[in-house]
């Protein structure tokens, strides 16, 4: 794709975004650590000019924010599969460490939420902009989140954004603000957790991302050493249990 000029957003014209409504009760997967709650908003202010994710918030515009997608699938390509290549053997393979502590779980919005749509041209082109905004690569975040701030500015009523997943296409992903939420917004589906680090999390996610050509290798076992107790060794001694160190009968026992 050839690259589209950076500009900055409008200073004599005003957006008219879309809304996209996300209705009560569907479920939106996130990928989390798992010391965090799945529900959690993130509240960390992205550097102005490095580093960070599309539409974080940043110290012009600080707020909690969280990422998610109503496909499951989704929420692992664009968490462990970014920059990721394909091998030799035409596949992607996740490192051990980048699913080390995370866990996936699902969480639903008690109420329908209003999200800025960027899902079609015409969409786009409400917000003034056009596919730039949501297919450009990292190294245009900056430019991405100054514009995503803007917007909030042109929609106050905008509790989120949604748009087609640069990773799973033909599916979406979205971002909710915190602080257009209400305490409680959004609950977790009971039963829904799944840790990707341990075994059964690893087969699941293995499964899961089959079609993507993607996989994570298992956990590594650990080898359990053999206790004295387990080979008939009384602990301290060095023969069988009930016999001295020339295996014979113990007195004392």
């Known amino acids: 794709m050839s690259p589209v000029p950076l500009a900055r957003p409008p200073t004599g014209a005003s957006a008219s975004p879309r809304p996209a409504v996300l209705a009560a009760g569907i479920w939106l997967w996130r990928v989390h650590r798992r010391y965090r709650s799945a529900a959690d908003f993130k509240d960390v202010r992205s550097d102005p000019h490095f580093g960070g994710s599309r539409f974080d918030s940043t110290p012009m515009d600080p707020y909690p924010y969280?990422?998610?997608?109503?496909?499951?699938?989704?929420?692992?390509?664009?968490?462990?599969?970014?920059?990721?290549?394909?091998?030799?053997?035409?596949?992607?393979?996740?490192?051990?460490?980048?699913?080390?502590?995370?866990?996936?779980?699902a969480i639903s919005p008690v109420q329908d939420l209003r999200l800025i749509s960027l899902l079609t041209t015409a969409d786009l082109a409400a917000a003034c902009q056009d596919e730039w905004l949501i297919l450009t690569a990292s190294t245009n975040y900056p430019q991405t989140r100054r514009w995503g701030q803007w917007l909030r500015s042109q929609a106050t009523w905008a509790q989120g954004m949604i748009w087609p997943s640069v990773r799973d296409l033909g599916h979406r992903s979205l971002v909710l603000f915190g602080d257009r939420l209400t305490s409680g917004a959004l609950q977790i589906v009971p039963g829904t957790s799944t840790d990707l680090d341990d075994a059964r999390g690893t087969?699941?996610?293995?499964?899961?991302?089959?079609?993507?050509?993607?996989?994570?290798?298992?956990?590594?076992?650990?080898?359990?050493?053999?206790?004295?107790?387990?080979?008939?060794?009384?602990?301290?001694g060095n023969g069988p249990a009930g016999k001295g160190s020339a295996g014979l009968e113990d007195p004392a026992a």
């Open 66 to 105: 969280l990422y998610a997608a109503p496909e499951p699938q989704t929420a692992l390509l664009e968490t462990l599969v970014r920059g990721i290549p394909f091998d030799d053997s035409g596949r992607r393979l996740i490192r051990r460490s980048a699913v080390a502590g995370h866990r996936i779980t």
């Open 203 to 236: 087969a699941w996610l293995n499964k899961m991302l089959a079609p993507y050509r993607v996989s994570v290798r298992a956990p590594a076992t650990r080898k359990r050493v053999p206790r004295a107790t387990d080979l008939g060794l009384r602990p301290g």
